[in-house]
């Protein structure tokens, strides 16, 4: 069974993959943070966001409950946010034609020096029209590849849209 699965994500990493690529000036925009408690510390680099957060940095949206940022206090740049809530959102336009990821879970981990989201708890990642849902998802974002499984109860569920030819064959004359 679990060859089968990872079957499943190679074809589903196929498919996903002529779509791939979050916008590249995204990770460079500045990160605006709304919530109803924030709470900041300079000498660690975290900052603790609680209640009805919303985060938006170019594209990428987030939605949580509670809301965690750790800045690498050398490079003063994000490296990572960790978002929890009932669910936690995550989604980024992923290229130019509008195009998005909307992913959702218990507890969202994003490494934006690794440019990877890690999914946890009742996740779900949609792309397009193909969807994922297992307990665990970690999705790369720059190369749109993934990998899922179950860690508590469930099973791992993909919906996968067939290709379609971009032109029609000409008709002949």
Do not use: C
Not at 47 to 64: C, D, L, P, R, T
Not at 74 to 94: D, E, L, N, V
Not at 106 to 129: A, H, V
């Amino acid at each position: 069974m679990k060859q089968f699965i990872n079957l499943s994500v190679l074809i589903t990493s196929v498919l996903f993959a002529q779509y791939t690529y979050a916008l590249p000036d995204d990770i460079n925009k500045p990160l605006e943070v709304q919530a109803d408690e924030a709470m900041f510390d300079q000498n660690s680099g975290e900052a603790i966001y609680k209640g009805n957060v919303f985060v938006k940095q170019g594209s990428i949206e987030i939605h949580a409950d509670y809301l965690k940022i750790t800045t690498d206090t050398q490079t003063k740049k994000f490296s990572s946010i960790k978002a929890t809530g009932k669910p936690a959102k995550f989604s980024q336009q992923i290229d130019w034609s509008g195009n998005f990821v909307i992913s959702k879970g218990d507890s969202i981990n994003y490494s934006t020096t690794e440019s990877k989201l890690e999914i946890f708890g009742n996740g779900n990642l949609t792309r397009m029209q193909n969807s994922i849902s297992a307990d665990y998802i970690l999705y790369m974002i720059q190369d749109g590849t993934f990998t899922a499984e179950k860690k508590d109860s469930g099973r791992v569920k993909m919906t996968l849209q067939p290709q379609t030819s971009n032109s029609a064959p000409e008709a002949k004359k």
